[in-house]
């Protein structure tokens, strides 16, 4: 009986193996370079290997931060939640802002350096060390915007500076945060608007009205809604059954059931015929025909056909959608660039969206890569 050996040869140091045979084809043993004990002859045949080299053992690939509760990111950072630790995330991964006060229970993305948090029932604002800026005090507490941020005392709302000192004693029954020098507040049953000293630039004389956007804001007259300017003339006739804030320059008015778009002149550039849509972002807009989501121009022409379950505004270039229950990222062509595997998904802001991994949440880059780091320095024993 004959055995047949496989010879392989590798450039490198060459060493000779000696395979000693025991009875028919079995590899008993084996030497370099001996005759067995009884003088038979050997089967010897040419290995060459490979000069030593050093390797790099593989690293472990890192795991995705998750957190219980995330936001997007603002001023570099986003709030992260694990359990009962809170902290800031940087786009590293580092959580490079932990709140200092355990009994902190929420707390919001930075604005101006400043940021809302939560103690029990009342409001206070954090530096961006984490600690009170502003003590906890107030029963409601909004993000600060134009140098001022609007707080209830007691049963009014009115407006602080980044000391904590009040600008606008409390006086509204509602407010809301400044927009190019302009507040939305509320007196009685009607709304106005102020100036950042507290004056009335618009007397309260609207059953409704939103803050301005784009120069422009809604307003209700009797029982239809309009436009007015920053002086508070109506601009735009109140001729519609709703209206929303101007948003990539036209803004979505209802008539009956129906929805289209207006520009800053008040003509109608889409018509009032859609089932329902979003507001226009990055010269996009969402819209529903026939229970799926789809995208329009301007010009009110399909840009993306409807196809998704849910679909989001654009953000950065790419926009979130729902297909088959699970979240991913098209661009404006309609591609999908973040095949749909989350079970939620944000917009993106500063070039990370918060994602949703079954019960916990992420961040994800434009490539689709989940943000890895440290997280929080040290490990918390729960």
Excluded at 48 to 63: E, R, T
Excluded at 95 to 124: H, K, Q, W
Excluded at 256 to 282: C, H, K, W, Y
Aim: glycine content about 12%; proline content about 5%; overall charge negative.
């Amino acid at each position: 009986m004959s055995c047949g050996i496989n010879h392989r040869f590798i450039p490198g140091l060459a060493v000779a193996l000696t395979l000693l045979g025991l009875g028919g084809c079995g590899v008993g043993a084996w030497s370099l370079g001996d005759t067995d004990s009884h003088g038979d002859a050997q089967a010897t045949t040419m290995l060459q290997f490979i000069n030593p080299q050093s390797v790099a053992l593989a690293q472990p690939m890192p795991s995705p931060l998750l957190f219980d509760t995330v936001s997007d990111y603002a001023e570099g950072v986003a709030m992260v939640r694990l359990k009962s630790r809170i902290g800031y995330l940087d786009g590293k991964g580092q959580v490079t802002i932990e709140v200092a006060d355990d009994n902190v229970t929420t707390a919001a993305p930075y604005a101006e350096s400043l940021a809302v948090a939560r103690v029990g029932d009342f409001f206070g604002y954090l530096d961006r060390t984490g600690h009170w800026a502003i003590d906890v005090q107030f029963s409601l507490a909004k993000s600060f915007s134009e140098g001022l941020a609007v707080v209830k005392g007691g049963t009014k709302y009115g407006y602080i500076n980044p000391e904590g000192e009040w600008v606008v004693e409390p006086q509204f029954d509602l407010a809301e945060p400044f927009v190019d020098g302009r507040a939305l507040v509320k007196l009685a049953d009607r709304y106005g608007y102020i100036d950042p000293a507290g004056r009335s630039v618009v007397a309260a004389r609207f059953r409704d009205a939103w803050s301005f956007s784009e120069a422009l804001a809604v307003a209700k007259q009797e029982a239809q809604y309009g436009y007015i300017d920053p002086t508070g003339t109506m601009v735009i006739p109140a001729q519609y059954d709703g209206a929303f804030n101007f948003s990539d320059g036209l803004a979505r008015v209802r008539q009956g059931r129906q929805f289209g778009f207006i520009n800053p002149d008040g003509t109608m550039v889409i018509a009032a015929n859609l089932a329902f849509a979003s507001d226009f972002s990055e010269g996009l807009v969402a819209v529903l025909q026939d229970r799926q989501w789809g995208y329009m121009d301007k010009a009110g022409e399909w840009v993306i056909e409807p196809q998704f379950d849910y679909a989001a505004d654009f953000s950065e270039g790419l926009a979130a959608v729902q297909q088959q229950g699970r979240y991913g990222f098209i661009n404006p062509a309609g591609d999908w660039v973040i095949p749909p595997g989350y079970t939620n998904a944000g917009p993106f802001s500063e070039g990370w969206a918060r994602v949703q991994l079954e019960n916990r949440w992420g961040f994800v880059n434009r490539a689709g890569q989940l943000l890895t780091g440290n997280g929080f320095k040290e490990p918390v024993n729960w």
